[in-house]
């Protein structure tokens, strides 16, 4: 916690279920509590968990220049999002390489909220928005709380009208316990799921009330680690995590394009003039890898940094591994060459605790076609 300069209000709770509250993203967060994360992925694919993701840092941007810097700042095209809807976008600097992802809230005319990780989104819109008719508020108060797994919206259904009617990456203003809340359709776990913005001076009787109310249906609080498991099964990339910033490429400065993670579908068809925009779109076809799925043979899991190897030479690097005890199948996200990314090709993991054989697998793993995290009703 030396590290840590933002707090969550929830931190007592967090501690009472086991946690020590390790540094991300300078807030402490439970990335570990007592019980076992595989349970706690198993009730979120089956029921539904709870989780204090407010690490995740949120700028309000008031005022008629907020759009012209989110349309240079952002991949997608801003003038298009109407209020009451978002958007997952990237950001990229000159090189037209990512330094963050994010999620961008349209709430008025001129009202927006960006929600980033640990990359350099708050600094670029700091440095875009000076001298311009644009108030930037970096919002510590704002507690967020993601509700997520199928029986989430039977939960929500009791306390907010209309809820079932909410549309995949649509949000709305409400109350929630008599606290005034921002809900959205978002999620980083691949099942239906919730955000729940949350003052926080309310966010421990948010918190509370849904464990308590929820117990009943299987709801249970779930750490941060759990995201891990989920996000691999659902192709949900983690910021700097699967990067080049934390497995560099020799001889290169650290930096990834869009085309080699899998994110270019956050470029808006036909979007020109955003930062990067140019190498980016050079940069079609000359990827140097892939991200790419694995399953491995097995049971046991694979940990970060464990070495992919075909043909008797290493081929990639794994930065993110899984195993689910509903399908019992141990899988990864992997960096790996572009002759390897392809569905079936033989692999091998060697890492200090594994050596096993592997194939390559396309992602997602879990739910392909999106229709949990898309249904209506």
Known sequence: MTLSWRFTALGDRHRALGSNLEDWSGMGTAWTYDADPFDQHVAIRTKAGLMDVSGLRK????????IAILEYITTRSVAKIQPGRSVYAAILNERGHLTDDCVLYRNGPNSWMLVSGTGTAHEEIIKQAAGRNCAVLFDDDLHDLSLQGPVAVDFLAK??????????FHHI????????????????????????????????????????????????????????????????????????????????????????LGLDFTVSPGKTG?????????????????????????????????E????????????????????????????LDVPYARQGVKLEVRGKSLRANAVAHTLTFDDPEKKKRTAKG
Not at 159 to 168: C, K, S
Not at 189 to 214: K, M, N, P
Not at 309 to 316: C, H, T
């Open 59 to 66: 700028m309000h941007l008031i005022g008629p220049h907020a």
């Open 308 to 335: 992919v190897w075909a043909d008797g030479k290493k081929v990639g690097v794994i930065t993110c591994p899984s195993y689910s005890k509903l399908t019992r199948r141990s899988m990864a996200i992997a960096r």
């Open 159 to 168: 306390h907010v009208p209309g809820i079932r009617d909410l549309n995949y």
């Open 274 to 306: 955003f930062r990067g925009a140019e190498e980016h779109y050079r940069q079609k076809g000359n990827e140097r890898f892939k991200i790419f799925g694995m399953l491995i043979e097995g049971d046991k899991m694979a940990d970060l940094g464990d």
């Open 173 to 260: 203003h409400t109350t929630l316990f008599g606290a005034p809340v921002t809900i959205s359709r978002t999620g980083y776990t691949g099942e239906r799921g919730y955000e729940i913005f949350v003052r926080g001076q309310d966010a421990r009787l948010v918190w509370d009330t849904i464990l308590s109310e929820g117990k009943d249906m299987g709801i249970i609080p779930c750490c941060f680690s759990t995201l891990d498991l989920l996000r691999v099964e659902s192709y949900l990339l983690f910021y700097p995590y699967d990067n080049s910033q934390m497995y560099p490429i020799p001889g290169q400065p650290v930096g990834d394009s869009l085309w080699e």
